[in-house]
C-alpha cells in the first residue's frame, strides 16, 4: 500500500557531507532527501515547496534546489504550478482510486505471469523471507520497514517475470504511491491485513493456483482504499491564514 525499495538514497537527516559532494550529485542528495520528507508527511500533501525556504533548510544555493524539485517532479511527487511554484502533488478521490485500481491490475497480472516462469522456488524463498521481515517489523510498530518489505515483496515478483516495461510501470505507480501509503501505515498500521494477504497470495503460488493469488491481490487493494483514501484527506495541507484575513 513496489520501483525498488532496495536503491533510496539518503535518509532524512542533516546535511553531513555536502561540501564533499561534486555540484553534479548536490542536486540528487536534495532529492532523496526532500522526497523522505514527502514521504513522511513532514511536507504534505498539497504543501506549496518554496525555494527560499528550502535553501534554509539544507543549506544550500537556488540552482540546486531547483533541480532537485523538477527531479521529483519527473517522479510525479511534486508539481510545478505557473506562477505559483512548486508543491507536494495533491491527489483527488478518483486520482487515488485509478491509480490503486491499475497498480491493482498490475501486480495481479504480473502474478498470472509467474505461471510461464518456471521453477518458482527461488521466488518463493525471497517471498517468505519478505514476510518474515513483514512480520518484524509490525511487531516493533516499524511503519517504514513494514512499508519496504511490502515493496520488496512485488517488486519481486514483478521482477521474476523478467517483464522489463510491467517493472517500469509499477516502479512508477509505486513511487508516486509511496506517500500514501506510509501516511495510512503510520497512522494505522495495526489494522493492517498485508501479512494475512501475503501468506494466502505465497500458499497459492505453491499449490500452482496463479488465478487465486491474482484475485488476492486485487481484494487487498479494494479492502485498502477507503481507509486510504480517508487517512490521505486528514493528512492535506490547510493553508493558515492571518487572524486579519
Known sequence: MGGSAAGRGPRVGGSPGM????????????REKIRALIVDGTFQPGQPLREQDLERRFGSSRGPIREALRLLEQTGLVTHM???GFRVTLYDDREIRDQYLLRAELEAYAIKQLADAGDLAPLLQTLKACRAQLEAAY?????????TEIRRFYDAIAAYTGNRPLCNALARLNETAEPLRYNLLSRRLEESRTRQYMLRIIQALEAGRYEDAAALKREHVLMNLPSIIEAYAAARYHEQRSAAA
Open 82 to 84: 505557473q506562477r505559483r
Open 139 to 147: 511487531k516493533a510498530h516499524d511503519a517504514r520497514a513494514y512499508l
Open 19 to 30: 561540501s564533499d559532494r561534486t555540484p553534479e550529485t548536490i542536486p540528487y542528495f536534495l
